[in-house]
């Protein structure tokens, strides 16, 4: 049984250059969050996705999107990335939209320069 | 606002040794907490959750207590592993859905 799976493991972007992060929920899940982590910080949420629609929003500007597939899968869009988008990025899938029991991939680190 | 925070930044135990991370927690609407632990280069990986209608909950070698009076959690781990060495982070979500996290604790096991 697969758990999450994230893709690419590490990015290199400069700045102004657009990104796209990809994600597969846990087998079983429907639910799926992404998070911000910066070093030494703990993970920031940024949204969730549920039914291919976004149904919870974090503290984040609109340069960050994301989209849902009917597979569950689903995709973090940063547009115009600044050096402060530097960070890793976590996928957590879940069963519903309790955000109960998150079970979080490996991330994709991303660095802007 | 919300917040989580962690009582401190790095503890360091014994191996064998009982380890207790602490956590405090502002938002008395919480409702649900949980513990991940977090090894280096790894997204973090659940250990235990509890509800707010508990006060205590257990699993394998791990115990979550508590306190909605001076809303604090706490994580024990007994008899501490090389491999329990990471950064614990504590979580809560109330009635916003959204799980937030503190900042962690770095965990070091000594041989």
């Known amino acids: 049984d697969a758990g999450v799976t994230q893709s690419p493991t590490h990015l290199i972007k400069t700045r102004g250059q657009q990104v796209t992060l990809r994600c597969s929920p846990k087998?079983?899940?429907?639910?799926v969050s992404w998070y911000q982590q910066a070093l030494g910080q703990g993970p920031q949420f940024i949204f969730q996705?549920?039914?291919?629609?976004?149904?919870q929003r974090g503290n984040f500007p609109d340069r960050f999107s994301g989209h849902q597939f009917p597979n569950y899968s689903s995709e973090l869009n940063v547009n115009a990335l600044l050096l402060g988008d530097s960070a890793l990025y976590l996928c957590?899938?879940?069963?519903?939209?309790?955000?109960?029991?998150?079970?979080f991939g490996s991330g994709t680190q991303l660095s802007v320069l | 606002g919300e917040s989580v925070g962690l009582h401190l930044p790095t503890l360091s135990v014994q191996e064998g040794d009982n380890s207790i991370i602490n956590c405090a927690y502002s938002n008395s609407a919480s409702d649900y907490f949980i513990w991940y632990k977090q090894e280096s280069g790894k997204g973090p990986q659940f250990i235990i959750d509890i509800r707010s209608n508990m006060d205590k909950r257990q699993g394998q070698r791990v115990t979550v207590l508590l306190n909605k009076t001076v809303k604090h959690l706490s994580l024990q781990i007994a008899a501490t592993q090389p491999g329990d060495s990471a950064v614990y982070f504590c979580?809560?979500?109330?009635?916003?859905?959204?799980?937030?996290f503190g900042q962690g604790t770095t965990l070091q096991v000594k041989p």
């Open positions: 087998s079983g899940h429907d639910t």
């Open positions: 957590a899938s879940s069963l519903g939209r309790r955000n109960e029991k998150l079970f």
């Open positions: 979580a809560e979500s109330g009635n916003t859905g959204k799980l937030i």
């Open positions: 996705y549920y039914e291919e629609e976004e149904r």
